[in-house]
């Protein structure tokens, strides 16, 4: 089992930053591969970025330069920079784990971004 717990959601304008943290209840580096998704009103779930027990890493299009995952395994935490915010990023960010050796997934609660101006 594992517990991942999202923050740094918030209200941002157009153009601004945030970065989103998971803190994970077990060694990250004891995951298989560690993501985060959203999910926008009306619309189904989507991988925004993935990064793997080896550390490499991996981006949807649409946040591709924008977007940084990265993670700081002495604290079980992996992080999700947030640059030049749009409004079409406006949606709920899970963090997601898959776990060793049945890649079962576990989820976080969500932490809510809006990009309003």
């Known amino acids: 089992q594992v517990q991942l717990v999202e923050s740094g959601g918030g209200v941002v304008q157009p153009g601004g930053s945030l970065r989103l943290s998971c803190a994970a209840s077990?060694?990250?580096?004891?995951?298989?591969?560690m993501g985060w998704y959203r999910q926008a009103p009306g619309k189904q779930r989507e991988l925004v970025a993935r990064?793997?027990?080896?550390?490499?890493?991996n981006y949807a299009g649409t946040v591709k330069g924008r977007f940084t995952i990265s993670r700081d395994t002495a604290n079980n935490t992996v992080y999700l920079q947030i640059n030049s915010l749009k409004p079409e990023d406006t949606a709920v960010y899970y963090c997601n784990a898959q776990s060793i050796p049945t890649n079962t997934n576990y989820w976080g609660k969500g932490t809510l971004v809006t990009v309003s101006s």
């Open positions: 990064i793997t027990r080896g550390g490499s890493t």
């Open positions: 077990i060694s990250i580096l004891s995951i298989n591969a």
